[in-house]
């Protein structure tokens, strides 16, 4: 049973920054297909950002202010967070695919609040 655990997330003030962390366990299979959500109160989960062997894509609301990085030794992926605004507040959940069977995975959820 693949699980993702993910760490990170909180309260900053607008203009600050977060970093959110998202690790595979219950696998040795290394997964290249990630993706990160999020689901605002009272809206949909909305994909922000996926990364595979070839492509990085960020939706426009982001771009310019988020990366999404891969740490493949640790099976791991990143949503580094800069210059936050209070549209950015939601919980965060990760997405990865098993390379094999296709199968898509979600980590728990992170809230982020941007607030002064």
């Known amino acids: 049973q693949v699980q993702l655990v993910q760490s990170g997330g909180g309260l900053v003030q607008p203009g600050g920054s977060l970093t959110l962390s998202c690790a595979v366990a219950?696998?040795?299979?290394?997964?290249?297909?990630w993706s990160w959500y999020r689901q605002a109160p009272g809206k949909e989960r909305e994909l922000i950002v996926m990364?595979?062997?070839?492509?990085?894509d960020y939706v426009d609301s982001v771009k310019g202010r988020f990366t999404i990085s891969r740490d493949q030794a640790k099976n791991s992926v990143y949503l580094q967070m800069n210059n936050l605004r209070p549209e950015d507040t939601a919980v965060y959940y990760c997405?990865?695919?098993?390379?094999?069977?296709?199968?898509?995975?979600w980590g728990q959820g992170t809230q982020v609040t941007v607030s002064s």
């Open positions: 219950g696998s040795v299979i290394k997964f290249n297909d």
């Open positions: 990364i595979d062997s070839d492509n990085i």
């Open positions: 997405n990865a695919r098993h390379p094999i069977t296709r199968k898509e995975s």
